[in-house]
């Protein structure tokens, strides 16, 4: 609820589908949202095709911005929940980079550090127009991405988030 409260304009959430957190992860994000904020999550690691689920997290509401994982191949990770009404864009999710506690760096992969490169992007798109909406980021998201040629396990092709030239 602190980040709905918050001036940040852009919300990274990279958790989702901890049972008996749901109602209040969903009640916060809905919080950020009617606050005007651009909330980014993670889609969910447990390979599942979220058409078939009712609610799940931040992910599963409309508003959101969700994120699922693809491999260093530009495939969909084998982990990531996948489905096209629920999963909004794709950015790369293996093999990332980041500090490991204690000091030094170690490699990640989850939906949860594919999210923050997205959210990355919502942030310099409000930071070059403040006057975009949540919703207006997450179609320009999913309108812009790239679409590799590459499909979820029920044959949806994939929004790719990824730099490239105009």
């Keep these: 609820m602190g980040a709905a409260l918050s001036s940040a304009k852009v919300i990274n959430v990279s958790w989702n589908d901890v049972p008996d957190s749901i109602p209040t992860s969903v009640a916060a994000t809905g919080a950020a ?3 005007g904020k651009v909330v980014v999550a993670c889609a969910g690691n447990s390979d599942t095709d979220l058409e078939r689920r009712t609610q799940m997290g931040p992910a599963s509401l409309r ?19 996948y489905g096209d009404a629920w ?11 980041g500090p490991r506690r204690g ?9 949860s ?6 959210a990355g992007v919502a942030a310099l798109m409000v930071g070059v127009n403040g006057n975009l909406t949540s ?32």
């Design 33 to 35: 949202v009617r606050k």
């Design 63 to 81: 508003s959101v911005v969700s994120v699922g994982a693809l491999s260093r191949g530009r495939a969909p990770s084998s982990f990531t929940h």
């Design 87 to 97: 999963v909004s864009v794709y950015a790369p999710g293996e093999g990332l980079l």
């Design 103 to 111: 000091g030094g760096y170690s490699e990640f992969d989850g939906t």
């Design 113 to 118: 550090v594919a999210a923050p490169l997205v």
């Design 135 to 166: 919703g207006q980021v997450r179609t320009i998201l999913m309108l812009e991405a790239t679409v590799p040629g590459t499909q979820d396990p029920d044959g949806n092709f994939l929004r790719l988030v990824e730099p490239r030239r105009r």
